[in-house]
T-cell receptor, first 117, second 112 residues
């Protein structure tokens, strides 16, 4: 089975540019999470969706960050305008609460390493 | 909110040695998960614990769900170079939903 798919794997952009990160969760999973990882702050939850609806976006750092989930198989995290301090690895994860899946196990994608110059 | 404190923050050991790390919380958790992150990759689930006192093994890894439900332990026996990475504990906050709180991680380095 395919795991969580993220694209691009690496992104280098200049300050002020718009950045869009993409995620395809595991088929059948009804939860999707966006995380940011830095050396200083570790793994931070930015936002999560349940059945394509944003449930908690309290971790989104600023209005420059936005996330969407137009359908069950696709989500985007957008940063506009980007700043050097946004440089980090961004992970998408998905999980399921169905009967066949253990509660709370999140499966992570490989991440997108973002560098803002 | 709830926080998970992991210790040690980093370890540098010799190949073949056993490793112990732990995770504590000021609040009760009903599920404990241990993840490993290889360099340049996303975290991968190693072991899941669902019952207080539970002891679960996965190869050379053994994890325990503390009786108080406020801590968990992960042991790695006979470490090898590929054990290198960051080990995270995680658990669901008491608020409903599929959210997980992650600890700060234990960075393991193994000297061949």
């Amino acid at each position: 089975d395919a795991g969580v798919i993220q694209s691009p794997r690496h992104e280098v952009t200049e300050m002020g540019q718009e950045v869009t990160l993409r995620c395809k969760p595991i088929s059948g999973h009804d939860y999707l999470f966006w995380y940011r990882q830095t050396m200083m702050r570790g793994l931070e939850l930015l936002i999560y969706f349940n059945n394509n609806v944003p449930i908690d976006d309290s971790g989104m750092p600023e209005d420059r960050f936005s996330a969407k989930m137009p359908n069950a198989s696709f989500s985007t995290l957008k940063i506009q305008p980007s700043e050097p301090r946004d440089s980090a690895v961004y992970f998408c994860a998905s999980s399921s609460t169905s009967r066949d899946s253990r509660y709370n196990e999140q499966f992570f994608g490989p991440g997108t390493r973002l560098t803002v110059l | 909110g709830q926080q998970l404190n992991q210790s040690p923050q980093s370890m540098f050991i010799q190949e073949g040695e056993d490793v112990s790390m732990n995770c504590t919380s000021s609040s009760i958790f009903n599920t404990w998960l241990w993840y490993k992150q290889d360099p340049g990759e996303g975290p991968v689930l190693l072991i899941a614990l669902y019952k207080a006192g539970e002891l679960t093994s996965n190869g050379r890894l053994t994890a325990q769900f503390g009786i108080t439900r406020k801590d968990s332990f992960l042991n790695i026996s006979a470490s090898i170079p590929s054990d290198v990475g960051i080990y995270f504990c995680a658990g669901p906050p008491r608020v409903a939903g599929n959210m997980l709180t992650f600890g700060g991680g234990t960075r393991l380095m193994v000297k061949p």
